[in-house]
């Protein structure tokens, strides 16, 4: 699911979360941003390819990622369809450990380049944060700005976008949870998975899901398999820590 805010006028802005989150880091000289949910293992996920649990093709879509604006929702998917792949700074921006500034280099990174100049932006900063209630991914701010990276002021910016990841966290933790946005698994397994927390035997599952009790069993096992679970209950208390259930 995408979040985004029209760039129109609006009577409720003063209440509005990405408005709010907008407005404190357009004090330092940011025009706009993108936020999203980004697992721990993400840089490491991608270079790995499809032996990882998040695959390239996960990391590369626009789902779970709020927008500032309409005009920011069309520069990300244009960077996400057609650029981002091959640029070095797509990858280099999923590591959790410090904010990244994106480089351009003269041949490689022209596309990049133009596609956010075009926008008005000369500065793209990548910026993760702790998230107060899981160890297993991050939030993250991507900001951009028309001004270059030596005009701008980021004392006590990450103070500001803590503040601002508590607030959209608050009304959109579910659409930016990376891991279930990511669609590691399709609805009838998450349900089997839910029912298996409550307690319900594969025979009770398969009468709820209408299912047979072979299906039941292949669901789990897949799952148990992608998420590296030696039982069902260390499978149901992954997907817990993953937030997929």
């Not at 951009?144 to 910016?157: P, R, T, W």
């Not at 500001?160 to 946005?181: G, N």
């Not at 399709?186 to 307690?199: D, F, H, M, V």
């Amino acid at each position: 699911m995408k979040v985004v805010l029209d760039d129109r006028v609006m009577d409720d802005l003063a209440i509005d979360p990405i408005t709010c989150v907008k407005q404190a880091v357009g004090k330092y000289g940011f025009s706009g941003f993108w936020f999203q949910g980004v697992a721990n293992s993400a840089y490491e996920d991608y270079n790995r390819g499809q032996n990882s649990l998040l695959t390239r093709k996960m990391l590369l879509s626009p789902d779970g990622v709020i927008t500032s604006s309409l005009s920011v929702r069309h520069l990300h998917e244009q960077y996400l369809s057609r650029i981002a792949a091959s640029d070095h700074n797509f990858a280099e921006a999923l590591k959790v450990d410090a904010p990244y500034f994106y480089t351009w280099n003269d041949i490689e990174q022209n596309k990049a380049k133009k596609l956010f100049v075009r926008y008005g932006v000369n500065s793209v900063i990548s910026w993760p944060l702790k998230h107060f209630a899981s160890n297993m991914w991050r939030g993250r701010f991507t900001l951009l700005s028309k001004l270059c990276c030596e005009e701008l002021d980021l004392v006590g910016v990450e103070a500001v976008l803590k503040q601002a990841q508590m607030t959209l966290l608050e009304h959109y933790h579910h659409e930016v949870t990376p891991f279930r946005q990511h669609k590691l698994f399709n609805k009838t397994a998450i349900r089997a998975l839910e029912l298996a927390a409550l307690g319900l035997l594969n025979e009770e599952i398969s009468n709820e899901l209408d299912i047979t009790i072979r299906g039941v069993e292949y669901h789990f096992e897949s799952m148990r398999n992608k998420l590296a679970a030696t039982n069902r209950a260390h499978l149901v208390y992954k997907a817990h820590q993953l937030e997929i259930i």
